[in-house]
């Protein structure tokens, strides 16, 4: 680093709140930002990170009550001094609403003149939901222009006429890779993409060539391709204007990705610094070897179960295990009802051995309901006894599916002609971007949207011309996983209640039958039955999403549609809940379907993955193939590519494709506007002929003309 | 283009609507108009209840369409002669109570929505709520009781003559004050201002906005505009019910009173022709504001 | 940390001294409904002959008078000797033109009364022109506004309620429906909507509470259905769908029962006040309860402008008392509102 910093905070301590009552948000943090250098702050979701930039920007809702410590900018203050608080030990808690003690209200607005001079001047911020960030009234021209005309002096010779400003904004523009700025001029925030949104955030930050840009979760909510082009869009403003960046986020992926130094935050404290590589390769502080390795391995421990295991008799899953459904035999069956099973994890936990879930298993005839080897997990006692029947059988069957979507005018096909096996006992992975149908095909199997035409059959036995009465038991058997947990668990409900609401189809049930069901179901995915009589607002989201899947196994499903269960959770709580899912397959023998947009965590579970693009199914392999170099379509290599991930030689992949929006094309590959291998060779095949599904090896399908080599 | 046609489709369709309505409550309950009012069989047949009710239905809104309401069941005056009449000293009771309101309301819910935990803010909500449950025909007791009793001074016959400034504005401010402050509008007006101006303050767009520097009030405003005409729309209605009382308690002879009288004296044809005249205004107010929305709001013109 | 008991906890949350107080009033108004004048010492009905238009007896309402003629009439009082009740008559009180407008001739004081003293019954608010007892007058028309409050509760609850759910759940064309249904009742001012009806069918408190109730179907269908498709969109149909559940238990049970009950009950707290504001207003013009049956609005309209010839308490009682009942309920419903917003934005 040359120099001072362009930006340190020293100590700093921020307290919320009014009324004599304060919650401390980032407690004697310190931090330093060089010259053209990019920092990471990481953390998980209540780790202040967000409020240590935003409170010092002044822009958090409720505005920072109290401050200690100090915040310099290119040497100057950005925190007037409040001089030592003393803050009673009672005090330190929330207050109810955000009234400021009048003897604070001379800082505070000494802190807003600051302020005015370096908001949107020296110090620029995005956020994370680009499109929201734009005003709704407003074209993008309109807004370039505003940020302009307030920064017109720091732009040489920028006349300050209409013309002249619309030359420097599109300029700036194109200068964020938005090739099509003339066009973007005129158009309105709801007409543009969020990744587009948020490289018009970009270049309005740049029109006062500011010193620091603050990225407040920045590729959140976007697409992982559109991500990683952002990301080498940071890089490249960094070398070309020497900006210093701040980048928020949750995702180490995305901070390893870019940044040169990493802060990693947990609650309220600056918990370990150092340089990328070191903090990445040696971390030194516990949280920051968990965090790391719930990212690269998705490997933490379960948490224990949290009633005490002596309790009642037997093991709790042998109503739901299929070997003791199966092939136990009386003995082998008392065994079970009798003994609790006792397990490794803890005796490997004690070892220092991450336990992988290979070995998580607390079961009495582990052999016999164990996968033959490590190098096949997720096969269940069933697949076993099926294998030994000489065939896979195939649960659910899906040909020639059909359905589109019109909206006035426009209509687009969300399935064109989707076919899919999906073997019994096994997980299939389905992968796309938003937009790509991979939801709508959840639902669609779920029979909760009609299609246009197509099969779809289970057991054989085609659900979509299922009479009333028999889809009534088939939902028992099908049931699925939502992504957010709030909008399945019913906030005026009881857990117990929302549970025990899928025994109702099942006929009159003694209510202490009922009872012990549901608390067995809250036990299969490690809750205290005490949180029956809780109410979801009670729960954290990682409970919650537990809940949900209490909610499904409680009718003993055989298949069971994911669809984004994680994505809404920390990480560290999306292990866990993988980890769920992952046992539950075993002992239970599920089949999943399992929909993301994040290939990696599809990865972790998935036998079989297709990946889906614009309607189309484009590739399906095994998932060994699913690697950068094995990959056989160019989208689903981008994809990958795209993937936040510890390897970094991985990107050079990514610089081959262009940098464009995906858009929907008619007639053609719906690819060949993103694909490399269609813009080196510009075939007529690619403009004219959708390529259909074909079988390149055993196992493996691939839409395109011209597959790459593979691995 | 296409979504003004549909916009203003809409406004005909529901203006049917409503003079079926207003035509099925009249007609098609029991008892027998002509009886009741002992109508003379040439005046019956000038209001065509001869006619079977279908019939009666066409040729009334044929009438309404040409401005023709019929004439009075009571003293035979024509009903848009009369409405000519009463409107225009309505009207201004009407835009005047609404545009004191608004400047009223205005800055109070603006101030309460950028500071809803302080104590002023506190007391702002306090004191419209409690106001705005005070009936206005008691509220108008108050305020005559107050200026009958403090200043003496009261005028309740409509200035005649030669315009002056003084009996025509103490003539006309006691209704609209009482309007404007009572009937409730007002504390609709403050809660649904000083909610908007929350939700825009906590727009993710204002923060962006504020985290560059640019100036607030030119966003705010731009999106303020819909809402508080939205909420003006809405309230008319309320307005319009208003009348009916302030103008009873203050002598006021307008539109209101009218009404009033009319149904007093069972005057079928007067009350359908007023009713019909405000919801042809409260409808022109819908389609206005429908139309400022697809000009304002680029997300509406899809 | 102070020890805070339940009750002060309650009065901290949001919206805890709006439901204390609106509660109570509530209550008082229920118990009047229910009782009647039971407990006074004279009916609605007496007509106190000997008594017509006898200021309040309590001590402490004396000094409320603050009308000249009132001052008159403590100072006759005095004269008179303690604790006699004096009462003023004027020479035209029997007119219904009574002290409209400049009409102050002044009152003349009246002998004492008689029957006050032989039977040692007061009125305790005052009698009104007739002679009837105030305080008794005010709770038969607590009833009187309680009643058909009920009635517009009802009707506006009991169709808003079911076509808010559908229009929520079915959308399409459904909502399309019902959206026109409400729009047509929107674009009439809902007193004049009123006047209309009572024009066509005789005049009856509860019919013109049941069109009030109709008026009142769109607020309560569109809240009802705004919170439906917010749920719906956080996929709460979709997973009760999901759930095997008909469409009658995700309608009523999710979507009612455990969504939406609160709601109902902040409407009827707000529908209540909003009917009472209407049923006093029509019967003071004339329109609604109809003497000898009593209502708030009619005592006030029957008093016209005896507040300007001193007889405060005749339009003065019943305007506290319409006032005050509004309040209550409106306090009630706006508290509970801001409780649950509360609760569901926590």
Known sequence: MLGAPLLSIKDLSIWFGGGGRYLKAVNRASLEVGRGEIVGLIGQSGSGK????????????????????????????????????????????????????????????????????????????????PKASLDPFYTVGEHMIEALERNLDRHEGGAKTPGGLKGLGVGLLKDVGLVDAENLWGLHP????????????????????????????????????????????????????????????????????????????????????????????????????????????????????????????????????????????????????????????ESLAASGVSAGMGDWSKCHYRETSKAHGP??????????????????????????????????????????????????????????ESGSGKSTLGLSLMALQGVDAGTIDYKSEDILKAGKARMLVLRREIRMLFQHPEGVLNSGMTIQDILAEGLEREGDIAADERRRRVSEALEQVRLDPVHGARYPSNLSSGEK????????????????????????????????????????????????????????????????????????????????????????????????????????????????????????????????????????????LCETTMPPLVDIEVGARVACHFPLPGG | ????????????????????????????????????????????????????????????????????????????????????????????????????????????????????????????????????????????????????????????????????????????????????VGNGTIGEFVRFISLEVQNVNGAMFIKAARARGSRLWKHFFRSMILPIFNIIVTNMAVLLGGLVVVERIFNFHGLGWLSWEATLKRDFSVIMGITLVMAFLIRVFMLANDLLAVWLDPRMRE | MKQRGPFRLFLKQPGGWRILAGGVIVFLLAMATITGSAWTSYKSEDLDLENLLVPPSAGWLKRLMTTEEGLRVQEQNKAGGRGQLNHVRPANADDEDLGFLGNDSAPEPAETPKATEATGKTHVLGTDKNGRDMLALLIAGARNCFLPGLVTCAFALGLGVPLGLFAGYYGGRVRKIVGTFNSTILSLPRLVLILVVICALEPNVYYTMGVLGATLIPRVSELIATRVRILSNMGFILAAKEAALSDFKILYRHLFWYQNRAVFFIQFSLIMAESILVETTLSYLQFGTKPPEVSWGNIIEGSQMSFFSGFYWITFFPAVAIILAILGFFYLGDGLNARLAWKEGR
């Open chain 1, 190 to 345: 709801h007409e543009i993409s969020g990744g587009m949104a948020q490289r018009v955030m970009i270049s309005m930050a740049l029109c006062a060539k500011p010193k620091l840009l603050i990225a407040d979760e920045p590729s959140t909510s976007l697409d992982v391709t559109t991500q990683a082009k952002l990301l080498q869009l940071f890089l490249r403003l960094r070398d070309k204007h020497g900006l210093s960046i701040i980048i928020i986020s949750h995702d180490i992926g995305v901070i390893q990705e870019v940044s040169t130094r990493i802060y990693v935050m947990h609650r309220g404290s600056v918990v370990e610094t150092g340089t990328s590589e070191h903090v990445l390769s040696a971390p030194k502080h516990p949280y920051t070897a968990s965090l790391l390795d719930s990212f690269s391995r998705f490997g933490e421990k379960l948490p224990a179960p949290p009633t005490d295991p002596d309790a009642g008799q037997g093991c709790a899953y042998r109503e739901m295990c299929a070997a003791y459904r199966g092939v136990l035999n009386a003995e082998q069956r008392q065994q079970c009802e009798k003994l609790k099973p006792i397990g490794q994890a």
């Open chain 1, 375 to 432: 190098g096949t997990p997720s096969h269940s006692h069933l697949e076993v006894l099926m294998a030994k029947e000489g065939s896979e059988t195939t649960l659910v069957k899906v040909r020639n599916l059909r359905k589109r979507f019109t909206q006035g005018k426009r209509s687009f096909l969300a399935l064109n002609d989707i076919s899919l096996d999906i073997p019994q006992g096994s997980t299939y992975g389905l992968v796309g």
């Open chain 2, 1 to 180: 283009m296409r979504i003004i046609a549909k916009i203003v489709g809409f406004f005909a369709g529901s203006m049917l609507l409503v003079s079926l309505l207003i035509f099925a409550i009249v007609h098609l309950t029991p008892g027998d108009i002509a009886e009741i009012h002992n109508l003379s069989p040439s005046t019956a047949h000038t209001l065509h209840l001869d006619r079977p009710e279908a019939v009666q239905y066409v040729l009334w809104l044929r009438d309404c369409l040409m401005l023709d309401f019929g004439i009075s069941m009571v003293n035979g005056t024509k009903v848009s002669a009369l409405i000519a009449e009463y409107a225009p000293p309505t009207l201004l009771l009407t835009f005047g109570s609404l545009f004191l309101s608004l400047l009223i309301a205005i800055p109070l819910g603006v101030y309460r929505g950028l500071r809803p935990v302080s104590p002023l803010g506190k007391f702002i909500s306090l004191a419209v709520y409690t106001l705005s449950s005070i009936p206005v025909f008691v509220l108008g007791y108050i305020v005559l009781a107050v200026v009958f009793g403090f200043f003496h001074f009261f005028v309740t016959t409509p200035p005649e003559g030669e315009f002056h400034f003084w009996p025509w504005l103490s003539y006309y401010s006691l209704p609209i004050g009482v309007l404007a």
């Open chain 1, 50 to 129: 967000t409020t240590l930039a935003m409170g010092l920007l002044g822009l958090v809702k409720g505005y920072p009550g109290l401050w200690e410590g100090q915040a310099l900018l290119d040497g100057k203050s950005l925190l007037p001094d409040m001089g030592p608080l003393i803050i009673k030990k009672g005090q330190d808690r929330p207050g109810g609403d955000f009234q400021v003690e009048k003897r604070y209200i001379p800082y505070q607005r000494a802190h807003k003149r600051t302020l005015k001079g370096v908001l949107g001047r020296d110090i620029a911020t995005i956020f994370q939901e």
């Open chain 1, 545 to 684: 999403q537990r809940a949900t899947i209490a909610r499904a196994l409680i009718t003993k499903p055989a298949f069971l549609v994911c669809d984004e269960p994680v994505a809404s959770l920390d990480l560290a709580i999306q292990s866990q809940v993988m980890s769920l899912l992952k046992e539950f397959q075993r002992h239970l023998g599920l089949t999943y379907l399992f929909i993301s947009h994040n290939l990696s965590l599809v990865k972790i579970l998935a036998d079989r993955i297709g990946v889906m693009y614009m309607g189309y199914l484009v590739e399906e392999a095994k998932v060994r193939h699913f690697t950068v170099a094995g990959a056989r379509h160019p989208y689903t290599r981008l994809l990958l590519a795209s993937t936040p991930s510890l390897d970094p030689g991985i990107r050079e992949v990514l610089a081959h494709y262009p940098d464009v929006e995906p858009v929907r094309l008619e007639g053609g590959c719906p690819f060949r506007n993103r694909c490399p291998v269609y813009l080196a060779n510009k075939s007529p």
